[in-house]
Nanobody, 115 residues
Framework: QVQLVESGGGLVQPGGSLRLSCAAS????????MSWYRQAPGKERTFVAR???????NYADSVKGRFTISRDNAKNTVYLQMNSLKPEDTAVYYC?????????WGQGTQVTVSS
């Protein structure tokens, strides 16, 4: 079965960096686009970044130039490098995959940006 496990979250000061990881299993990872979403307290879950199977990327306007999505097909892992973090980046970050018409989600990892 499809499993997605996020890690790498934590507390960081404004202007700092974090790298999130999402380890995938249960499907042919290299064949699927992977995405990152986030959900701030009291708000809806929103799109952050996506990388296709051929490594085409796109980003939400709010993170362009600061976040970078990448993938390592040998490790079945997708990453989100987050630089120049702002307090408004505080959220639970989730990875997902759309497979067979169903969207699978991980359990999320908390990112808190605060001084």
């Amino acid at each position: 079965q499809v499993q997605l496990v996020e890690s790498g979250g934590g507390l960081v000061q404004p202007g700092g960096s974090l790298r999130l990881s999402c380890a995938a299993s249960g499907f042919t990872f290299s064949s699927y686009a992977m995405s990152w979403y986030r959900q701030a307290p009291g708000k809806e879950r929103t799109f952050v970044a996506r990388i296709t199977s051929v490594r085409i990327t796109n980003y939400a306007d709010s993170v362009k130039g600061r976040f970078t999505i990448s993938r390592d097909n040998a490790k079945n892992t997708v990453y989100l490098q987050m630089n120049s973090l702002k307090p408004e980046d505080t959220a639970v970050y989730y990875c997902n995959v759309l497979k067979g018409g169903y969207t699978y989600w991980g359990q999320g990892t908390q990112v808190t940006v605060s001084s």
